[in-house]
């Protein structure tokens, strides 16, 4: 994945208190690690977290300050469930939402599933890294990812302060 000199150098968080716990296995960060580096993308780090607020939101911060990092990826945490946290914890730390990415994923997944509709996730930047949340199960994660990937070469060489457009 790189593009006028860009490559995508990724985290990836799974937000779980059951994985988090080791109470289940975490195979929708699993998916997600595959799915970005069969697209090119260099995935630097892989955590699991529970579904706190602050420390996501001080992890989310964390990461995007670092200079090897523009991207990273949650999944999990984005649904209606009382420790459902992702999407704020991602609206605490954003400079500038991505409203266009979230939206896609929910238009396009809901022609899959109904569930689609009940997708909190947010999609921002920060620190010229994109933040983006995807749902929690594998199927979701590959579904949603799939959306966005067409373009996440580009949002990344836009946050580089690429913006040269082709003829």
């Known amino acids: 994945m790189s593009k006028a000199g860009v490559k995508i150098r990724a985290v990836v968080i799974t937000v779980s208190d059951g994985c988090a716990r080791g109470l289940r296995e975490d195979h929708s960060g699993a998916a997600l690690v595959e799915l970005l580096e069969e697209a090119g993308a260099q995935v630097l780090a892989r955590e699991v977290l529970p579904d706190d607020l602050e ?13 090897d990092i523009n991207l990273i990826v949650t999944t999990g945490g984005t649904g209606f469930a009382p420790r459902d946290n992702t999407p704020e914890a991602t ?6 939402e ?9 238009v396009e ?6 569930m689609a509709m ?29 959306v ?20």
């Open 148 to 167: 966005i990937k067409p373009v996440l070469q580009h949002v990344v060489a836009l946050l580089e302060g690429k913006t040269e457009h082709d003829a």
């Open 98 to 106: 991505a409203p266009g990415l979230s939206e896609a994923m929910r």
């Open 118 to 146: 009940i997708s909190r996730g947010v999609c921002g930047t920060l620190s010229g890294t994109l933040i983006v949340n995807l749902p929690g199960s594998p199927k979701a994660v590959r579904e949603s990812f799939g």
């Open 55 to 67: 420390p996501l939101s001080e992890k989310l911060r964390a990461f995007a300050e670092r200079a």
């Open 109 to 114: 997944t809901r022609k899959n599933t109904p």
């Open 91 to 96: 609206r605490a730390v954003i400079e500038k």
